[in-house]
């Protein structure tokens, strides 16, 4: 345990470093040190905000010559405990939010380089000022950032057609465990030169590497982006419609949610003012985009045949298509209002899962029925992105009772019941928000001994002295 002279010691280093104002040691610092759901506090040793990626290899090597370990922090919306110090107040938390500009955007190469700390709603505007889209896109998207982005190799609602962070980037720049700086950020689509280190990088959680900037893939703006929201009578339904929508859009499907009744209810609970279609009418919706690169006409004449041969096929009730942007926004509001709703409503238990979209309805069918008889008057907020075969199967205390003795005390017997359905179902705990410390004491039982082996040994490679985020993904050794 550090001495209080040493910690003065390493704050004036950092000091010196990043400059006197970017280095926060009192005051309200709920912001880093809170995570986004409000489950845990923890208390940094100092929150320091580097400005350039030079400034973040100097407060590495500092705090590796103090023997101080670091929590790489973008905006703070992981939904997995992994992005707030602990709480001995022995950690650095480095905040990559100054370093955030947008360093070039290749058109012909169909490429952007950025760096970490942009948000990741400034990229798409950026991209789409100069006429193209950055295919990523989640409801955090107003204050997560790149580097948060691809240190949890975060999905969203357009993974169906453009894959997940992984999928988009072509390049990075990563300050290592050591100080060094490591600039990987090529634009090559192509280049089998030794191991891929990027991808050792993107998913680590701020455990392998602190990541600084990235270059990523663009795509032309599609000519339209139609949005059109269904009421199903099941999830059967649901992934009938989604084999529709893939045999009559091809590439042009470009988002694919589904939304349970209860889900949508607590949208319309805490934010009446939005207008949620077909009220109750059914058990599930979908809301799914038709990107077209031809027209606006020829990609409504598409939606308008896929939607009359699920009429015929009746795996859908009805449906409305937006007929404008504003109309496609606020649909899409819709959906990206649940978790909000949600944390509206309390504390509740989540369950970021995947399973094969084929499955999905049995696996739903038998975690409901298992829920109902042994955790009777729960409530279940189902919603996701059923294109990946991704749920947010998230419980909800019971009507009434208390969210926080209920995410305290039932927790652990709801996440081994759903885990366990899970695990018979070959699917995964963790589909796209990463393990984080939440889910850290799960991993080993969902993961074989030759993984978790190859897993220690990469990190005790790169970060042998368990500098960068101990205690996330894997347990301290
Ligand atoms: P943070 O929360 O700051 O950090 C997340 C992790 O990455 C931590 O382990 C942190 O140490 C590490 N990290 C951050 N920056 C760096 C860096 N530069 N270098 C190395 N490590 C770093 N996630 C999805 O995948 N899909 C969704 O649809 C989705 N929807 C969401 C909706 C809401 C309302 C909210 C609140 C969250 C949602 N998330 C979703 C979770 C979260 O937004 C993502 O995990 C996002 O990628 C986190 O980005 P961030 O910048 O906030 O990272
Ligand atoms: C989403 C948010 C997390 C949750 O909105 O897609 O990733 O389960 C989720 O609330
Ligand atoms: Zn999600």
Redesign the pocket.
């Known amino acids: 345990m550090m001495q209080s002279a040493q910690t003065d010691a390493l704050r004036s280093t950092l000091r010196a470093l990043v400059g006197e104002a970017h280095v926060l040691t009192s005051g309200d610092l709920t912001a880093y040190e809170q995570d986004?759901r409000k489950r845990e506090r923890g208390r940094a040793l100092a929150v320091v905000r580097p400005g350039s990626t030079d400034e973040v290899a100097a407060v590495v090597r500092a705090c590796a010559q103090a023997g101080v370990s670091l929590?790489?922090?973008?905006?703070?919306?992981?939904?997995v405990v992994?992005?707030i110090p602990d709480a001995t107040g022995t950690q650095v938390l480095l905040s990559?939010q100054r370093l955030n500009r947008i360093r070039a955007i290749d058109p012909a190469n169909l490429t952007v380089t950025v760096e970490?700390g942009c948000i990741l709603q400034t990229l798409q505007e950026a991209c789409e000022k100069e006429g193209f889209l950055f295919p990523l896109s989640?409801?955090?998207e107003g204050?997560?950032?790149l580097?948060?982005?691809l240190?949890?190799n975060?999905?969203?609602?357009q993974v169906v057609r453009y894959g997940n962070t992984r999928e988009l980037c072509l390049g990075l720049e990563v300050v290592t465990a050591q100080g060094e700086v490591w600039n990987g950020l090529t634009g090559l689509r192509k280049d089998n030169t030794g191991y891929d280190l990027r991808h050792l990088y993107i998913g680590s959680?701020?455990t392998l590497g602190?990541?600084t900037a990235a270059t990523l893939r663009m795509v032309p703006l599609p000519a339209a982006q139609l949005t059109a929201f269904a009421a199903v009578p099941s999830l059967e339904a649901a992934v009938q419609l989604l084999g529709l929508a893939h045999r009559h859009l091809h590439a042009g499907l470009t988002g694919f949610e589904v939304m349970g009744d209860f889900a949508l209810g607590l949208v319309r609970k805490h934010f009446a003012q939005q207008n949620v279609p077909f009220g109750g009418l059914s058990p599930y919706c979908v809301v799914l985009e038709n990107s077209d690169h031809e027209s606006e006409s020829h990609a409504r004449a598409q939606f308008e045949r896929l939607l009359e041969a699920a009429l015929e096929q009746g795996c859908v009730l009805d449906a409305v298509v937006a007929q404008t942007q504003a109309q496609a926004r606020a649909l899409w509001h819709i959906r990206e209002s649940i978790?909000?709703a949600q944390a509206q409503e309390g504390l509740n238990i989540k369950h970021d899962i995947s399973i094969a979209v084929s499955r999905i309805p049995a696996f739903v069918a038998e975690v409901d029925a298992l829920l109902a008889q042994h955790f009777p008057g729960v409530r279940l907020v189902n919603y996701g992105h059923l294109g990946d075969g991704n749920l947010h199967y998230n419980v909800q205390a019971p009507e009434g009772a208390d969210a926080e003795a209920f995410l305290r005390d039932q927790e652990g017997p709801i996440n081994a019941l759903v885990y366990a359905v899970v695990d018979r179902f070959h699917g995964s705990i963790s589909a796209?928000?990463?393990i984080?410390s939440l889910k850290r004491d799960k991993l080993a039982h969902h993961k074989s001994p030759v993984a978790m082996g190859a897993m220690r040994a990469i990190k005790r490679a790169l970060d042998p002295h368990n500098l960068l985020?101990p205690g996330?993904v894997l347990a301290k050794e």
């Not at 929590?71 to 939904?79: E, F, L, R, S």
């Not at 975060?154 to 609602?157: E, I, Q, S």
């Open positions: 986004w929590v790489p922090q973008g905006g703070n919306t992981g939904m992994g992005s990559l970490a989640l409801a955090a204050s997560c950032t580097g948060g982005n240190a949890t975060a999905g969203g609602t959680e701020g602190v990541i978790p909000l796209e928000h990463g984080g985020n996330r």
